[in-house]
């Protein structure tokens, strides 16, 4: 198979009417039958999820890619990390001997489709971090822990330091598991969901030192602040996320008497505290889904994902829990004609987009994953 740049042929399927590509990835997917496997994320835009055999949030899509059997292709319709997850659980060693050597190519239909929070923590921050922090306290006591939402070179680091992922879904089993091993956690790179799943676990915001990367010594902290910490927080967000305010809580709450607050866990810790429940993407589906019909919902998170449910839950009031338009513009990448070119040219034997992880970087990468499946 040859592998072609992303805008190589791709430019006249913009042109494309939505109707002519529904079709078109119809007739791909039927031709590739088995071999092909699409997966969703939950804040894919509809159009797009509706082409997708499988949709989840990141726990479990890593799942889905790790348990996959048939297939040969994974189009990914979602952010780099997860295409990057999905083509290292795919292709770890025990699943490429059952294939005798036959990786399954995962594909990124539009390679711009990253992630900013992930973007915040640099491989090279993390390593200079951990450096400085060995130099005032016992690394041996401290468990690196990274967000799904990272790039695979911080996975790797977690698992080469004795570490392990966590997902919005299985925060608090990671972090129970990090403290039986260890003393002290450095959380990267989200900030919220981080410091909100350690207050539930009773570990105050005295003990959580915030890592500022761009600071030039100690991340910003005083020695004390350092050797005093349980967590250490990385200075990361989420900057969909971000834009959720306490005061659109208590606006809601005064205007819609009986609303309840839904919210995910990389909302800042002013929302998360008020929320009446809190979540990753799959819980919030399943906490409206399971809602008496009437139940008055304000949701913050990405727009795509709270305008689809308020559509299939006609019979509960949805609001989405800002006025101002929070989507994942990256997410958004994914289109259908990004889709329809991606599927064409496996049809014509063509990878175009195909995340391929570095082999040192995979195999420690799988360490920390295959923890976190372990403990989850
Ligand atoms: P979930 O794992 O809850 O689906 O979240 C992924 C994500 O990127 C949220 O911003
Ligand atoms: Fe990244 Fe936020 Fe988009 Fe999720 S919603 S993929 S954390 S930018």
Known sequence: MSVALEPLGFPPYRELSNELLNERIIAAKRELGKKLLILGHHY????????????????????????????????????????????????????LDARHGERVAVVLPDMAAGCSMADM???????????????VIDTNDLTPVTYINSAASLKGFC???????????NAKAV??????????????????????????????????????????????????????????????????????????VH??????????????????????????????TSKIIDTVRKAPVGTKWAIGTELHLVNRLKKEHPEQ??????PLVCMCATMY????????WSLENLVNDTIVNQIVVREDIAKWSLVALERMLTVS
């Open 333 to 340: 990448r994914i289109d259908l004609a990004h889709v329809c």
């Open 251 to 280: 606006s809601f709450r005064k205007n819609h008497p009986g609303i309840k607050i839904l919210v995910h866990p990389e909302c800042p810790q002013e929302v998360n505290d008020i929320a009446d429940i809190s979540g990753s």
């Open 44 to 95: 894919q835009q509809d159009e797009v999820i509706q082409h997708a055999d499988l949709n989840g949030d990141s726990y479990q899509l890593s799942k889905l890619a790790a348990d996959s059997q048939d297939c040969r292709s994974i189009v990914f319709c979602g952010v780099h990390f997860m295409a990057e997850t999905a083509d290292i659980l795919a292709n770890r060693p025990e699943k």
């Open 121 to 135: 923590a640099a491989i090279r921050q993390v390593e200079s971090a951990w450096k400085q922090l060995g130099e």
């Open 175 to 248: 972090l129970d598991w990090s403290f039986a091993q260890r003393k002290r956690v450095f959380f990267f790179p989200d900030q919220h969901l981080g410091r909100n799943t350690s207050l539930k676990m009773g570990i105050g915001n005295n003990a959580m030192p915030v890592w500022n990367p761009h600071e030039p010594e100690l991340g910003g902290n005083t020695l004390q602040a350092i050797q005093d910490s349980r967590v250490i927080l990385w200075k990361g967000h989420c900057s969909v996320h971000q834009m959720f305010q306490a005061e659109h």
């Open 159 to 169: 698992g080469r330091h004795g570490g392990i992922v966590c997902t919005s879904s």
């Open 317 to 322: 009031e949805i609001h989405f829990l800002s």
